[in-house]
């Protein structure tokens, strides 16, 4: 089903802010103000957080506004634009080592999903990250089978508290 009226407008507006999977000029100044409301919880949803990795070139910490799909009882990561995304780049760099933030900080370990089982989670994901729908090529209410065609392209990382990483290392 192709969206129409005003969700093909965002539709479209979220594509063009985000060309080749990499933020244009608007996106990184609106996704400089996320990082504040996410990493601070203020006047934002629980689901909201700020992810801090050490950047694999510059050593330097880098952040990144996210939106926590749980699934099951656990926590999870999506990469809304893909592979190439830069924050998939430096947590695999970092071992999954990361920090979340949402008015406090939170030490975890990010541990990547495989493949097959990434396709319920795709599924909540789309159900409270309504920013991702236009990066993800599946409807939301599409059948699970959708998810799992696209569950490739989207790396997963589930989330561990840090004591909980080191025993399960």
Not at 23 to 39: C, D, M
Not at 101 to 111: A, D, P
Request: aromatic letters at 4%.
């Amino acid at each position: 089903m192709a969206p129409s009226g005003p969700t093909q407008l965002l539709h479209r507006l979220k594509r063009w802010m985000y060309p080749a999977g990499r933020p244009n000029a608007v996106a990184r100044v609106l996704n400089a103000v996320a990082k504040v409301q996410h990493g601070t919880g203020l006047l934002a949803p629980a689901e909201w957080v700020t992810l801090e990795v050490v950047g694999r070139r510059s050593g330097r910490v880098v952040s990144a506004p996210l939106v926590v799909a749980e699934h099951e009882g656990e926590r999870y990561l999506v990469a809304m634009l893909g592979e190439s995304t830069n924050w998939v780049r430096n947590v695999r760099a970092a071992g999954g080592r990361a920090v979340l933030c949402h008015g406090r900080r939170e030490r975890v370990r990010l541990v990547e999903v495989p493949v097959t089982e990434r396709a319920p989670i795709l599924r909540r994901y789309l159900a409270v990250a309504p920013g991702a729908r236009p990066h993800v090529a599946v409807d939301r209410c599409a059948p699970l089978a959708e998810f799992a065609r696209v569950a490739a392209d989207h790396p997963v990382f589930r989330v561990v508290a840090d004591a909980a990483a080191e025993r399960a290392a």
